[in-house]
C-alpha cells in the first residue's frame, strides 16, 4: 500500500494548539506537509490568549524532523481569517489544505443561555470557519487544488442538552461543508467534514469508560485521508472515534403527496409521511437534487 504523502503541499490547522488540531498537525507534518500551526492560545471558555500553545506544536514538529511555522491570529473575525492565510503565504508562498478545527464551549441550558454565550460560540466555530475559508478558497479556485476539512459534531448534528449555540453552529458547518463541496468541485477542491468523539480538555470528564478508547490520535488519519490528493469523496461527512469511522448522511422519506393539502390530512397522514424504510429513501446531494425529487414526485400523481 503506497503512503499517502504531502510533500511540498501547505496545510494551515486552526486551533492546533492542543487536542485534535494538534494530532492532526503532527500527523501531517509527519507525512511530509509544511504546516501553519494556528491558536490563539486562549482558554477552554476562548478567554485570553498566548502565542506559547502555537509555538511549542511546531517546537515538536520541527524537533521531529518536519517544517512548521506558529501563528496566533483569531479565527473569529474576517481580518484574522485573512491574516491567518497571509502568514501561510508569507512564510510557505501557498496554500493547499484547510483544516478548520478552532472551537471553544460555552454550555448553558437555552432559557438561561445570555446572548454573549451565543455570540462567542458563533464567532469561532461557523464564522471562524467562513473567515478562514474564503481567502483560502480562493487561492485554490485559482490554483486548481484544494482540500478543506471542517469539523462539525454530533451535538449539531443529533442534538446535545446545553449546547444550543454550539450545536448550532456546528449544524451550520455541515452546510457550508456542502455548500463549498459544490462551489469546488470544478476546481479541485474537495471539502468534507468529520464529527469525532475524542478524548481532549474539551471532553475531558464527559466520556466516561470511552474515554480511555477515543484518543485525539485515532481521528487524524481520516483527516489525513481526506486531506490528501487522492481523496476520492467531496461533500461527506464522516463520525469518527477509536479508530470506527462511519458517513453521516442527510436523506428524507419517500413521503406523500397530499390529494388534499390540509392541516387535517397531515395529522391524517403522518405516519406513511414520517415512515422510514431502509430499503425506500432519498438522498439529495443538493437543493437541484431535491427540486428534481419533488416534481417527479408531483408528475408521478398527475
Not at 492542543?18 to 482558554?43: K, M, Q, T
Not at 469561532?124 to 485554490?140: D, E, N, T, W
Request: aromatic residues 4%.
Amino acid at each position: 500500500m503506497t503512503e499517502l504523502r504531502f510533500d511540498g503541499r501547505v496545510a494551515i490547522i486552526t486551533g492546533a494548539g492542543g487536542g485534535l488540531g494538534r494530532s492532526h498537525a503532527l500527523e501531517l507534518a509527519r507525512r511530509g506537509a509544511w504546516v501553519l500551526v494556528n491558536d490563539l492560545g486562549g482558554a477552554l471558555d476562548g478567554s485570553g490568549s498566548s502565542a506559547s500553545a502555537a509555538q511549542r506544536v511546531v517546537d515538536e514538529i520541527t524537533a521531529a524532523g518536519g517544517v512548521a511555522a506558529a501563528n496566533d491570529d483569531s479565527v473569529a473575525t474576517a481580518q484574522g481569517g485573512e491574516a491567518i492565510v497571509q502568514c501561510a503565504l508569507d512564510v510557505f508562498g501557498r496554500v493547499d489544505v484547510l483544516i478548520n478545527n478552532a472551537g471553544i464551549l460555552r454550555d448553558k441550558a437555552f432559557h438561561r443561555m445570555g446572548a454573549d454565550l451565543i455570540d462567542q460560540v458563533i464567532d469561532v466555530h461557523l464564522k471562524g470557519a467562513l473567515y478562514v475559508s474564503q481567502p483560502a478558497f480562493r487561492l485554490m479556485r485559482e490554483q486548481g487544488y484544494g482540500r478543506i476539512v471542517n469539523t462539525s459534531s454530533a451535538s449539531g448534528l443529533f442534538g446535545n442538552f446545553g449546547q444550543a449555540n454550539y450545536g448550532a453552529a456546528k449544524a451550520g458547518l455541515a452546510g457550508l461543508t456542502r455548500v463549498l463541496a459544490l462551489e469546488g468541485a470544478d476546481h479541485d477542491i474537495k471539502v468534507n467534514a468529520i464529527a469525532p468523539i475524542a478524548l481532549t480538555r474539551m471532553t475531558e470528564g464527559i466520556l466516561g469508560e470511552l474515554a480511555s478508547k477515543v484518543s485525539a490520535e485515532s481521528v487524524s488519519p481520516l483527516v489525513a485521508y481526506l486531506t490528501n490528493e487522492e481523496c476520492a469523496v467531496n461533500g461527506n461527512i464522516y463520525s469518527v472515534a477509536g479508530g470506527r469511522i462511519a458517513r453521516i448522511f442527510v436523506a428524507e422519506t419517500y413521503g406523500v403527496v397530499l390529494k388534499e393539502n390540509t392541516a387535517e390530512a397531515v395529522q391524517a397522514q403522518l405516519s406513511q409521511i414520517d415512515e422510514v424504510d431502509a430499503t425506500r429513501f432519498h438522498e439529495p446531494s443538493s437543493l437541484d437534487s431535491e427540486t428534481t425529487i419533488i416534481a417527479k414526485a408531483l408528475s408521478e400523481v398527475a
